[in-house]
């Protein structure tokens, strides 16, 4: 993950006057940051908070735990849905410290924590009981596992990239949706998430009784969307300004293997 | 929800992350380079059917001022229509707001890459004289580049010398178009992404290799011409560093060129490139005071043919008295 703090000689380094992040050209507050949220006195404001985490970060902690921890699908579901309850109940997510790490790192050091303790007690966590269960697809997380030669904190970002952009895409399916756009929506889905290498834009144009040039002012549109509804992601689960910018260098900066 | 293989994940990070060119005349081609202004991408006109290269700001989200800036920053190269300048063809405005400009594509090598397999240091020295001479010319408009280095300057496949990036160039007071700025009397013309180091009197600027030490302690106040002789100093530096023997005369430019104090600096790039001309010319340089016995080898280097043609005489001479004596 790309690191823009890190010392770069070859890097130009501005004045505040020139800088994005200057004191007098601030990105605008991150008014839906979740992490924000987590720190919240109200409960429900708590609640959706914990929601978004739990959406954008549990399928990359199942697999995570899989991986590293080798542990078998039961338990590696016990531990994700114990880890999730855990973090709300004690509401640890408030701690973060934007100023030590991200946040993703953060929820994985977390993890690694939790599943450690979990494993020295010996305990096995019961699913049912007092626990408060989430509904998660495990059995399609389970099918996605594939062998990786990746590092596990490599894998973990991995996993969690591919996550976030399998959200928008649903995201974006639902906007299109509410919108009216449903069009927009297949022509990306044919074009952008196509598996099919000869389709093209002319194909398309006689396959949706459209001029060609129609798929192309869609495409581009749509894509311009789906590019706003990752940052707005983005925003939900980071906590500042810089983290946004970090992640989406790392996100949209970096070749993911 | 559908799993998404490696390779459509990385097909759709390049759907968010590479500019949308379709309501431009431009066809997105590749990515060239990230640095931290912004990104270069190799693009077609489709209506002039030529390549150019278009630089996007690396920024998710683009402020109205930001993209002022931007366009201002395409003016002012547009401005410095010099042969050592690249020349910008169009600015306009992607539809996510970004801005863009689209300049020459510029084929040929970085001159850290033409270093590393030209080792002639007459043939380096020429293109240094021609980096001075274009920096020297945005001086005479009131501009500094503020971040020249090898990676910013480009030899082109017929041999001529671009300087690249004026993405954090300054107009100095009393050019330009007449805007004066809070750091006294020079302003930005274009924003930065990241990286910035605060100091207590200003912000560092550059890059911390080839950078002045005004720069470096980022007094931005005191940020003149003379910035950008030091840098092209700390340029001639890398130029001369592998070379076994440079001479006195090229190291005493790159040291006066890069002074610590600007007073003791040359005080335009035109001064500095008037040096390397003469050293070229194995002339006198400003920078150095010879002993008699340099100059006459100097001199001798210089007329080596005259030399070579009078001894060649004198020896005739002495030849013909030895013969000639009964």
């Given at each position: ?11 130009p ?5 020139t ?239 | ?36 202004m ?17 630089k ?12 002022n800036r931007m366009v201002r920053e395409a003016q002012i190269i547009a401005r410095l229509e010099h042969p050592g300048i690249v020349p910008v063809h169009d600015v ?9 400009y689209a300049m020459k594509?510029v ?21 240094f004289q021609a980096v001075c001479d274009a920096v020297a010319f945005a001086h005479a408009h009131g501009v500094i580049h503020r971040d020249l280095k090898?990676?910013n300057i480009m ?5 001529e010398v671009l300087v690249l990036d004026w993405g954090v160039a300054k107009i100095l007071g009393g050019h330009g178009d007449g805007e004066r700025g809070?750091h006294g009397d020079c302003h930005p013309v274009s924003p ?13 600027i550059g ?5 002045s030490?005004?720069q470096?302690?980022?007094?931005i106040d005191q940020l003149d011409e003379r910035a950008d002789v030091y840098s092209l100093?700390?340029v ?21 060129a890069?002074?610590?104090?600007k007073?003791?600096r040359y005080s335009s790039a035109s001064e500095l490139s008037a040096?390397i ?50």
């Amino acid at each position: 993950m790309i690191n823009p703090e890190k010392s770069c000689k070859s890097c130009p380094i501005m004045d505040p006057d020139t800088d994005i992040g200057g004191p007098l050209h601030k990105f605008p507050a991150t008014n839906h940051s979740a992490i924000a949220g987590a720190r919240s006195d109200d409960q429900l404001t708590r609640r959706r908070a914990f929601d978004t985490i739990l959406t954008s970060y549990w399928k990359p902690a199942y697999k995570y735990i899989r991986l590293k921890w080798q542990a078998n699908n039961e338990d590696a579901k016990d531990l994700t849905q114990g880890f999730f309850a855990n973090a709300f109940e004690k509401n640890h997510f408030a701690a973060y410290d934007a100023s030590k790490a991200s946040f993703q790192t953060f929820l994985r050091t977390c993890l690694d924590g939790f599943v450690a303790n979990e494993r020295k007690a010996g305990r096995r966590l019961k699913r049912g009981g007092d626990m408060e269960q989430y509904q998660l697809d495990f059995a399609t997380a389970e099918n996605e596992l594939v062998a990786s030669d990746l590092s596990p904190e490599d894998y973990f970002h991995r996993e969690w990239v591919r996550w976030m952009f399998t959200i928008a895409v649903e995201a974006l399916r639902q906007r299109c949706e509410e919108t009216g756009r449903t069009i927009h929506f297949q022509l990306f889905e044919r074009y952008d998430l196509r598996d099919d290498k000869d389709v093209s834009y002319a194909s398309l144009a006689k396959e949706f009784g459209l001029e060609p040039a129609t798929v192309n002012n869609y495409l581009a549109a749509v894509r311009r969307d789906f590019r706003g509804v990752v940052l707005e992601k983005l925003r939900e689960i980071t906590a500042t300004d810089e983290e946004f910018r970090t992640e989406t260098r790392s996100l949209l900066g970096v070749e993911v293997k | 929800m559908k799993w998404l293989s490696d390779d459509k994940l990385n097909y759709l990070r390049t759907v968010v992350a590479n500019p949308d060119f379709s309501s431009t005349k431009y066809t997105f081609i590749k990515e060239l380079a990230r640095g931290g202004m912004g990104t270069v991408y190799l693009a077609e006109d489709r209506e002039l059917n030529r390549l150019v290269a278009i630089k996007v700001l690396n920024t998710p989200e683009m402020t109205e001022d930001l993209r002022n800036r931007m366009v201002r920053e395409a003016q002012i190269i547009a401005r410095l229509e010099h042969p050592g300048i690249v020349p910008v063809h169009d600015v306009g405005t992607l539809p996510d707001g970004r801005v863009f400009y689209a300049m020459k594509f510029v084929r040929g090598s970085r001159l850290d890459e033409y270093a590393a397999v030209n080792d002639s240091i007459r043939d380096r020295l020429r293109k240094f004289q021609a980096v001075c001479d274009a920096v020297a010319f945005a001086h005479a408009h009131g501009v500094i580049h503020r971040d020249l280095k090898p990676q910013n300057i480009m030899i082109g496949s017929f041999g001529e010398v671009l300087v690249l990036d004026w993405g954090v160039a300054k107009i100095l007071g009393g050019h330009g178009d007449g805007e004066r700025g809070r750091h006294g009397d020079c302003h930005p013309v274009s924003p930065s992404p990241h990286l910035r180091v605060s100091t207590r009197d200003g912000t560092i600027i550059g890059t911390r290799d080839y950078m002045s030490p005004e720069q470096a302690r980022g007094e931005i106040d005191q940020l003149d011409e003379r910035a950008d002789v030091y840098s092209l100093g700390a340029v001639l530096h890398f130029l001369l560093k592998d070379q076994p023997k440079p001479g006195k005369a090229a190291e005493a430019i790159c040291s006066k060129a890069r002074a610590n104090a600007k007073e003791d600096r040359y005080s335009s790039a035109s001064e500095l490139s008037a040096d390397i001309g003469r050293l070229l010319d194995a002339e006198p340089v400003s920078a150095y005071q010879e002993s008699a016995i340099e100059k006459a080898s100097r001199w001798v280097s210089k007329n080596r043919f005259l030399v070579l043609l009078v001894l060649a005489y004198l020896l005739m001479r002495i030849f013909f008295v030895f013969t000639s004596r009964p």
